[in-house]
């Protein structure tokens, strides 16, 4: 339930540079420990360049790579470890491509608590390595997110464990609210027409659709954004539902290069298709090629490094402006939800190899003549 009582002044005057300013707006149980890293209140930038390079009037970037462990699904593993804590819960599990296993595995070794990870085989090194680092015990499944998932499910009903997994528990969602409740207030208590979100499990679409939804019930924003759902057409659920007309999800042999938006089976897009719906929001699905070339693109009109999933966002922008969806007076928000280091290996493939000069200043010259004055 809202706290109705919760002033906004109050929140600015907290001074806590995290989700936690929002602490009263969060279903946290009184007695909760919250992680001692900085999760939330990522920077929101203004890309005029960018802007005019889509094509809207005004575009804004919410920079989510920059939590502890790279991504915003830090947001929902801050929020369900306290709750876990708060539980005496000793195991916190999770299924994942890679990020909501960093953000558990990282936010975890801050509080001490243990972890047992379910991860594809198949997920990107980079991903792997940082929850080894972190000390999470870790499992590689031979199968795919689906897999992981079904597993980690088995096995936190045979052995009592806490799982985080997305859908399955209700604080994932709650917690990537605050991204939504962060948006408003950085534009001064006031939505943008559109928010663009990367879609795959469904979640994050759904966190953001609830923390808007808060906001209105509250009054201190005055309309609901347009929600802008963006699948990779390798693993495109929830836009196949939405372009049928369907309430629910089918499975889809899920394969792109978006690794943390590859889902066979959307958890939560039933969820996710009702807040496109509710807000007079739109799906549209890019193909890996429209993502690898988002990567630099972003890259260099912003100065944000996005992971290919994050980067679908700006991919499903510019299809969604071209096709007449968003128009050209629009106020947008992209969610950037990864960041790029997470899967240097793709960023690889999107970007020229530099070339190797031998040590003279001859040769320094032929190479950058376009930048001598």
Known sequence: AIVRSVDRDAIRASGEASQWRYRALLPLP????????????????????????VGVRSLWIKDDGRNPTGSLKDRASALVLAVAAARDEAVITTASTGNAAAALAGLAASTGQ?????????????????????GARVLLIRGNYDAAYDLCLEATRAFGW????????????????????????????????????????GNII????????????????????????????????????WMDGREEVEPVAAHTVADSIAADLPRDGRRALRAIRETRGACVAVSDGEI?????????????????????????????VAAGIVGPEAEVVLLVTGNGLKDVGSVRRSIPRPPVIEPDLTAVANEVRDRIT
């Open 114 to 134: 243990r972890t047992v990870i379910f991860v594809p085989e198949a997920a990107p090194p980079a991903k792997i390595a940082q929850l080894l680092a972190y």
């Open 206 to 241: 759904t966190g953001v659709y609830r923390g808007f939804q808060d906001l209105m019930a509250l009054g201190w924003i005055e309309r609901m954004p347009r929600l802008l759902a963006v699948q990779a057409e390798g693993s495109g659920a929830v836009y196949q539902a």
């Open 292 to 320: 690898l070339a988002a990567i630099p693109a972003l890259a260099r009109g912003s100065g944000v490094f996005a992971e290919p999933a994050a980067a679908a966002g700006y991919a499903g922008l510019r299809r969604a």
């Open 162 to 201: 806490y799982c985080r997994n997305t859908a399955y528990n209700p604080y994932t969602a709650e917690g990537k609210k605050t991204v939504a409740f962060e948006v408003a207030e950085q534009l001064g208590w006031r939505a943008p027409e559109w928010v663009v979100v990367p879609v795959g499990d």
């Open 30 to 53: 009184e007695n909760a420990r919250t992680p001692p890293l900085q999760v939330g209140w990522t920077p929101l930038y203004a890309a005029p360049r960018l802007a005019r390079a």
